[in-house]
């Protein structure tokens, strides 16, 4: 176990015709910014995986356990714990004294990972405005007790692995905004960082190993996540009862254009030489349906990712690729035949079939902060 | 022809001296005056003296601990000639017609304005101080402009010139002060020369062939320096000359900071009330207002002393009174006749009164006591009517700055007094991090409040008032906590003092490189030395004559390691040049020397052989300065410099320097092996860096980056070198620079590993070099001889094998030619390869071979797929090189299975099966056993600094891949292909695969149809941006456009903000946003839904936990879901530094 230092400061590119052309020798300077360079993006380019919209129109409070939002992931090679950001609203027509938001990780064994929760709102009239908000910042832990907070005990995620997500309200909690985000682990050699090297030592092979294991589970598994879209509430979610495909956010439209509501991704720059100007990517359904499909279409209107919902409620998984380019997107779905109910989808960036290649849990050993 | 110096350099030449002093018409030589004014026609040089000698003693040396060190010396000696002119000329006292200026000059300045220009002549020259200015007429007073000289050109006869493109005079600046803590006596201005210490002296040598000088522009520069004393020994006139690295080692930066003493009294601000009550009635309340006072009842805003506030109070009881409101007849003063001052209030007539004073008014009055702030203090006293004095309970005070700000929402506000110095506004340059709500309407400054406390300040001057407002804790972590502990600063009734000091701090923040120029041009006039350059405020520059730096000097600090890093420096007071950069330049390796008539930075470098860039050996030996024909090599073991552990301090609080010398932090690096080698201890060298910081204050050098790059280098002067001395041919010493790394071979000199006398190329750096020109001796007819020698250091570990990267060819899959098909023919076995990717970008440096001629015929190559889908298996061949020509590698069995739809790279073999050749290049070992394959001795890493000249973006575009594993094992090549790679992806993916992207869209549509006037709240959420730290140098935005529209068609508009802070409001109608960091405004009157155009906010003041807030507010009318594009974006970088107004 060897620390490793890694500055957090955001440096320029390496001016690598400075330091690696045919004619100049190895230096300790040029490897040690490699090596730090790779521990700045494991350390601090770690992904952020989910931002609300935010919207002051937050549902009224129920006694009932709600699920507001969902949201699958992959974790990043160096991820390690996970951290959620509630903005609490104050409940508005309950009485308990103890509402709470919620968001609860399982994996794709649908085995509890964790919890993270936010404690706020006790108060008999609310006013929906951030004077009467309250923000809590949260890891993910383990409680036996939902009402026991600080009984948590801590939660490290694993290195590239697919997580779910459920953010729910409980006992009248109204939870206005949400934002989650990994945190890398502890920069140390047992944790897959590279080791400094000085001038006059000895060229290792695992000087230059090191950095190409960081670089290709960090571009491989480390790509950002994307874009997420999830119903307000599971009573409201849409439920799609025809064949024709509809926008999903609005529900109302059919056809793909500048008037319709989609996202801009930004996927310039993104893509490896054997890829060929695509990005790979992998998106993720959650509905409930038994012939449904939830489309990508790009801004021409062509389907360029499309999920099957066949099994009922659970997450539907697919993988395409994405054009390195920025452009709008838009979601579709419909149900081919019977219905179906459309609760969240998930796409980020991720290089799947060479997934295996880089998680190798005997080099990734966890190591983590012990604070946020 | 060619010039002095290539002369030189090619062999012996006959040559003379020609001096040039700054303002001195005449040009001194050593050869025919006449000859000396051919060579300099083009100059403002006309005449010239005779009968000089030049005894010119060149000595420089560098030192890993002593980064800027002297030049050597140079003593002029004039004997008489022209009678005598030039010992007159620096001797006499009566200096012709004489005058004073009235108003400053600074370097640009086209017009002296003096006290009179009776006595001088319509049109010539006249001195001030060390410059001559010319001018072409003059003018006597008229009416309030007083005489003037007209047709000024400045820096007349400056023998070096700015940095400005063309180059101009060099002039200076000439300052009128009232300054009380400068000597108040004005710049003489005189018709002859007064002053000649400090002129700036220019030796040039020139080539003579056939009686005829090499021209100004051809000659050589062979010292450049200053006047330091002029002596007369009754035979000739010794001029004392310092080299410019002394100048530059002794001079001081900082000497004229703002300071000034905060006004007495007390910031009274609006809002605030008086009210006085009596037995006969109650007075209207007398209230502070912002604007002009409506009646007698109100008092402006602002400062208010005791005497000031007893006119004011008197005043408003004669009113309440004379309105019938009191009947009581009172008046205020101050009692300094006990042992104590108090406030005295002596009323009358009225037999009780209750005065309620705002409390700071109550504390300065003696009312209140010090500290305790609860909004008022109620005064009141009874009696029978008769005269009494009602006494306060505490003295007065002179002076109060109240710390906890509540007079001015949170932040202070003060007058100041006694201003010095000139204010320099940093609104543009504060650090990124210092202040997300600075109001950039404003000039801010930093300060030092009471020696204590550094404040964030805005320097606003009304009419003759000047106020330090909205001051503030400063965000960075320079001086101590600003808490409750601390007691409010006053200043007693009784004290003489000037009052509570403050003075500014400057902080200059840019790049390492661009802050070393900004140094070194600056003169106080924007622009005059140096277009970008030159644009510090007087004193806070070095102010050297930009002929002396341009582009070399330019290029030298853009080739320091760090040099794009950004550093942020801290000047608090007048500080030399030495003691402000040295830390940095030492954890940089860095170095300031002299060479080919430029200063320069240079960088130690590990000695190599391949980094050498001349042989040192028998045939250009020369007699040593001191004996006549010992030509023997004298080598020694040096522990001189060896310091196996360091101490460096940094963090340095500027508010307590009592403790040593302000620097909070340390960290110690130890080279344990040496210090074990050395028995269990060795000698430390304490390294003070006065720019870096911890990572937490979010400003300045990095201490982590800076010490990694201390410790790589660090084992060259961990351990015990070797100094060589020997002497050098003098056609040599302009060619060799200190640091350059040379390959000694000497018979004289026993090998390191062999302990046997002789030694063959081996590499050693040049650390200290000293010559003399030779020349005419005065007073004998015989000229002395020129002499070289020079010091070089070795290193511990020299004699191992270091080597330049294994090469790399990348296949041009381009190219599909005739039978070739992405780069390989498979019937001719030939690859054809890019040209020079390898070597350099084609267009910054021409490189000496083509990437294919490094692997010339019988090598052992390995051709190995680029970017394989599994790093573990890729596609590969080993072969051997049939024949080589120009970008085609032939091979020998050649490659069954070639795709072309790949691409592919040509690295050298193994190492176990490339050829002896191919071994001298760089292999890797593995750390089981340190040995490449089991057998071959490792290779080392150099400390050598990279090439000084190189493409940033070299091979950007060629593709973003992930190297297979086998260039990363024991026995690969360290190939060069394989290390721009990795750097592209890693450098990718802190750009763009990482960029955090967080499109949110609602499903409900969120609007304003309530709230006609103004920003109604529609969302905000917290926004993760990344733990990274972001500044002025390097930074990141965010990209937004909404999905949005008008729901009726009239103008909307939709704002988004990028805040640090949550809002706050208890409505959602017009919040408060907390620590805006940027926010964009889109307006539409369509009513169509439409994405709004990609605007980009600032990121770089986001918190360093990557916690901030996305704030959307809209106007009435405005529909929207949310945020369509939310998208990081790569690293933004410049190499810009600001430039104070």
Redesign the interface.
């Known amino acids: 176990m060897t620390a490793v230092?890694?500055?957090?400061?955001?440096?320029?590119?390496?001016?690598?015709?400075?330091?690696?052309?045919?004619?100049?020798?190895?230096?300790?300077?040029?490897?040690?910014q490699?090596g730090?360079?790779?521990g700045?993006?494991a350390?601090?380019?770690?992904?952020?995986v989910f931002?609300?919209?935010?919207?002051?129109?937050i549902p009224a409070s129920s006694a009932s356990t709600r699920v507001r939002a969902r949201f699958a992931w992959h974790s990043g090679p160096y991820a390690s714990r996970l951290?959620v950001?509630f903005?609490m609203a104050q409940q508005n027509n309950g009485t308990a004294t103890a509402p709470f938001g919620r968001l609860q990780v399982v994996n794709t064994a649908g085995e509890y990972i964790g919890d993270a929760f936010a404690r706020f709102g006790a108060s008999a009239t609310a006013?929906?405005?951030?004077?009467?908000?309250g923000?809590r910042t949260s890891l993910l832990g383990k409680s036996d007790q939902l009402t026991l907070l600080s009984d948590n005990v801590p939660v490290y995620i694993e290195p590239d692995t697919d997580y779910f997500a459920t953010i729910s309200e409980h006992d009248y909690g109204r939870i206005q905004?949400?934002?989650v985000?990994e945190i890398s682990m502890t920069p140390d050699t047992d944790n897959g960082y590279a080791q400094?090297?000085?001038?006059?030592?000895?060229?290792?092979?695992?000087?230059?190993?090191?950095?190409?294991?960081?670089?290709?589970a960090?571009?491989?598994q480390?790509?950002?996540?994307?874009?997420?879209?999830w119903?307000?509430t599971d009573a409201?979610a849409?439920v799609f009862s025809t064949a024709t495909y509809t926008n999903i956010?609005?529900?109302t439209s059919t056809d793909v254009s500048?008037?319709?509501?989609?996202?801009?991704?930004?996927l310039?720059?993104?893509?490896?030489?054997?890829d060929g100007g695509q990005v790979p990517v992998v998106m993720k359904v959650y509905a409930d349906g038994t012939n449904g499909v939830v489309r990508l279409l790009d801004s021409t209107g062509a389907t360029i990712i499309s999920a099957s919902v066949t099994a009922g409620a659970r997450w539907y998984p697919v993988q395409g690729l994405l054009p390195n380019t920025i452009a709008?997107y838009d979601l579709h779905a419909a149900a081919l035949t019977g219905t179906m109910t459309l609760y969240a989808v998930s796409i980020w960036?991720g290089d799947v079939?060479?997934q295996a290649?880089a998680a190798s849990p005997a080099y990734l050993r966890i190591r983590a902060f012990d604070a946020? | 022809m060619g010039t002095t110096l290539t002369a030189k350099n090619a062999g012996s030449i006959a040559s003379v001296f020609v001096i040039a002093i700054e303002g001195y018409e005449f040009l001194l030589t050593t050869g025919l005056p006449a000859a000396a004014v051919t060579a300099w026609a083009v100059t403002d040089w006309t005449q010239a003296l005779g009968g000089a000698y030049v005894d010119l003693d060149n000595e420089q040396s560098i030192d890993p601990y002593a980064p800027i060190g002297g030049g050597g010396k140079c003593v002029i000696r004039v004997v008489p000639t022209a009678g005598d002119r030039f010992g007159i000329d620096t001797h006499r006292k009566f200096s012709g017609a004489e005058t004073q200026l009235v108003e400053s000059i600074h370097r640009g300045t086209g017009t002296l304005k003096v006290l009179s220009t009776a006595a001088f002549d319509a049109s010539g020259y006249v001195y001030i101080g060390t410059e001559c200015i010319s001018y072409t007429g003059k003018t006597s007073t008229v009416g309030a402009v007083p005489p003037t000289f007209t047709g000024v050109s400045r820096g007349r006869f400056s023998p070096f010139k700015t940095g400005r493109i063309p180059e101009t005079n060099y002039a200076h600046d000439h300052r009128v002060t009232l300054d009380p803590n400068s000597v108040l006596l004005q710049p003489v201005v005189s018709s002859l020369p007064r002053v000649w210490r400090g002129r700036w002296v220019a030796i040039y040598e020139h080539r003579v062939v056939d009686g005829v000088l090499d021209t100004h522009a051809e000659a050589h520069l062979a010292f450049a320096g200053r006047v330091v004393d002029i002596e007369d020994d009754g035979k000739a006139v010794s001029v004392e000359c310092e080299h410019v690295l002394d100048v530059v080692q002794s001079a001081t930066v900082g000497r004229q900071l703002w300071s000034a003493n905060v006004k007495d009294g007390v910031y009274l601000k609006e809002f605030n009330s008086f009210l006085m009550i009596d037995s006969g009635g109650q007075a209207e309340r007398l209230w502070v207002v912002s604007g002009t006072p409506a009646s007698a009842y109100e008092m402006t805003q602002g400062y208010y002393t005791n005497e000031d506030l007893h006119a004011r109070i008197e005043a408003y009881w004669a009113q309440a009174l004379i309105d019938g409101d009191l009947t009581g007849s009172y008046s205020i003063y101050v009692d300094e006749s006990g042992d104590s001052p108090r406030t005295v209030i002596h009323w009358s007539v009225s037999t009780s009164f209750t005065f309620i004073v705002p409390d700071l008014a109550a504390q300065l009055m003696g009312f209140g006591e010090l500290g305790n702030n609860f909004g008022s203090v109620w005064v009141n006293d009874s009696g029978n009517g008769g005269a009494r004095d009602f006494l306060s309970n505490f003295p007065p005070v002179r002076s109060i700055v109240d710390k906890s700000g509540i007079i001015d929402n949170g932040r202070l506000s003060f007058e100041v007094t006694d201003e010095r110095g000139t204010f320099i506004s940093q609104t543009d340059s504060l650090p990124a991090v210092f202040d997300s709500s600075i109001d950039p309407t404003r000039t801010w400054g930093l300060f030092l409040f009471d020696g204590n406390v550094t404040i964030l300040a805005a320097y606003t001057v009304t009419g003759t008032t000047i106020e330090l407002k909205n001051a503030k804790l400063s965000p960075v972590n320079i001086g101590p906590a600003y808490n409750d502990d601390l007691t409010s600063y006053s200043v007693p009734w009784d004290d003489a003092s000037p009052g509570i000091p403050v003075r500014q701090i400057l902080v200059l923040s840019a790049p390492t490189a661009s802050f070393l120029k900004l140094i070194t041009y600056s003169t106080g006039t924007v622009g005059h030395n140096h277009e970008s350059f030159d644009a510090l405020e007087l004193g806070a520059g070095l102010a050297i004559p930009g002929s002396l730096l341009g582009s070399t000097f330019e290029a030298s600090c853009d080739?320091l390691?760090g040099a794009?890093?950004?550093v942020v420096s801290i000047i608090d007071k007048t500080t030399t040049l030495k003691d402000l950069i040295e830390g940095d330049l030492i954890l940089r390796r860095a170095f300031l020397n002299w060479h080919n008539g430029t200063l320069r930075f240079g960088s130690w470098r590990?000695p190599?052989r391949?980094?050498a860039t001349i042989t040192l050996d028998e045939s250009n030996k020369a007699t040593p300065a001191d004996t006549t024909d010992d030509h023997r090599t004298h080598s020694r073991e040096s522990t001189e410099w060896q310091r196996p552990i360091a101490r460096i301090y940094y963090d340095r609080d500027i508010t307590d320097l009592s403790t040593n010398d302000g620097y909070r932090s340390t960290v110690t690096l130890e080279d344990s092996t040496a210090v074990d080698d050395m028995g269990g201890s060795g000698p430390l060298v304490t390294i003070k860096v006065r720019n870096a910081f911890g990572?937490d204050a979010g400003v300045g050098a990095?201490i982590?980056?800076l010490?990694?790059?201390f410790?790589?280098?660090?084992?060259?002067f961990s351990r015990p070198g070797r100094i060589l001395t020997r002497t050098i041919t003098p056609t040599l010493v302009e060619q060799i620079a200190l640091g350059d790394i040379v390959l000694v071979t000497d018979n004289t000199v026993r090998d390191s590993i062999t302990g046997i006398r002789s030694v063959e190329e081996v590499p050693a750096v040049v650390v200290r070099k000293s010559d003399t020109p030779g020349g005419g001796v005065e007073g004998q007819d015989k000229a002395s001889d020129p002499t070289a020698t020079v010091e070089l250091f070795v290193?511990s570990?020299s004699a191992?094998p270091?080597?330049?990267?294994a090469?790399?060819a990348d296949v041009d899959d381009t190219y599909d030619a005739g039978d070739f098909d992405a780069g390989y023919n498979s019937l001719t076995k030939v690859l054809r390869c890019y040209g020079y990717r390898?070597?350099?970008?084609g267009s910054?440096i021409a490189?000496?071979?083509a990437?294919a001629e490094?692997f010339p015929a019988g090598s052992r190559v390995r051709v190995t797929e680029?970017?394989?889908?599994?790093?573990?298996t890729p596609q590969y061949w080993d072969d051997i090189v049939a024949s080589q020509s120009v970008d085609d590698i032939t091979l020998t069995t050649g490659l069954s299975g070639w795709d072309s739809t790949?691409?592919y790279r040509v690295t050298p073999d193994t190492y176990g099966d490339s050829t002896t050749a191919q071994r001298l290049k760089?292999?890797?070992?593995?750390?089981a056993d340190?040995l490449i394959e089991n057998t071959g001795a490792?290779?080392?890493?150099?400390?050598?600094?990279?090439?000084a000249q190189?493409?940033?973006?070299?091979?950007?575009t060629i593709?973003?891949?992930?190297?297979p594993?086998l260039?990363?094992?024991?026995?690969?090549g360290?190939d060069?292909g394989?290390?721009?790679a990795?750097?592209?992806?890693?450098?990718?993916?802190?750009?763009?695969?990482?960029?955090?992207?967080?499109?949110?869209?609602?499903?409900?549509v969120?609007t304003n149809t309530t709230f006609v006037n103004g920003w109604k709240?529609?969302?905000?959420?917290?926004?993760?941006?990344?733990?990274?730290?972001?500044?002025s140098?390097?930074?990141?935005e965010l990209?937004l456009?909404p999905?949005y529209r008008s729901s009726d068609g009239s103008t909307v508009q939709l704002r988004v903000s990028l805040c640090r802070n949550?809002?706050?409001?208890?409505?959602?109608n017009t919040?408060s946003l907390g620590g805006i960091l940027d926010s964009a405004t889109w307006s539409t009157t369509n009513t169509?839904?439409?994405?709004g155009t990609?605007i980009e906010v600032d990121c770089r003041r986001k918190a360093?936990?990557?916690?901030a807030w996305?704030v959307?507010e809209g106007t009435y009318k405005v529909e929207t879901?949310?945020l369509?594009?939310?998208?990081?974006s790569?690293?933004l970088?410049t190499n810009n530094w600001w430039v104070p107004i």
Not at chain 1, 258 to 266: E, H, Q, V, W
Not at chain 2, 802 to 805: I, P, R, S, W
Not at chain 2, 950 to 956: D, K, T
Request: net charge neutral.
């Open positions: 230092t890694i500055s957090k400061y955001a440096q320029r590119p390496l001016a690598v015709g400075k330091f690696a052309r045919n004619d100049l020798p190895p230096t300790a300077r040029f490897q040690q490699l730090e360079l790779a700045y993006n350390l601090c380019r770690a992904k952020v931002r609300s919209v935010g919207s002051l129109t951290e950001r903005v006013v929906d405005a951030p004077d009467y908000f923000t905004s949400v934002s985000r400094a090297v000085t001038t006059g030592g000895i060229i290792y092979d695992t000087d230059r190993a090191t950095p190409v294991t960081m670089a290709r960090l571009y491989r480390g790509g950002a996540h994307l874009w997420n879209w119903a307000d409201t849409p956010i609005d529900t500048s008037f319709r509501p989609g996202a801009r991704l930004d310039r720059s993104r893509s490896r030489l054997k709008k960036q079939a060479s290649v946020a | 080739a390691p794009t890093e950004s590990v190599t391949d980094a990572e990095n982590k980056s010490i990694a790059n410790l790589a280098t660090m084992p060259m290193t570990f191992r270091e080597a330049n990267y090469p790399t390898y070597g350099d970008d910054v490189p000496l071979f990437d490094y680029r970017d394989p889908l599994d790093g573990t790949k691409a760089s292999y890797q070992a593995d750390t340190a490792p290779y080392l890493y150099s400390g050598t600094f990279g090439a190189y493409a940033e973006n070299m091979n950007s593709g973003i891949e992930l190297p594993d260039h990363g094992t024991d026995g690969a360290r060069v394989t290390e721009q990795l750097q592209r992806t890693l450098d990718n993916f802190a750009d763009d695969k990482s960029a955090i992207s967080l499109p949110a869209l609602s499903n409900v969120m709240l529609l969302s905000y959420t917290p926004i993760f941006l990344g733990t990274e730290l972001l500044s140098d390097v930074w990141r990209a456009a999905f949550s809002p706050s409001g208890a409505t959602v919040v169509n839904w439409e994405v990609t360093f936990s990557g916690r996305i959307i879901r949310g369509a594009l939310c998208q990081e790569e690293r970088y």
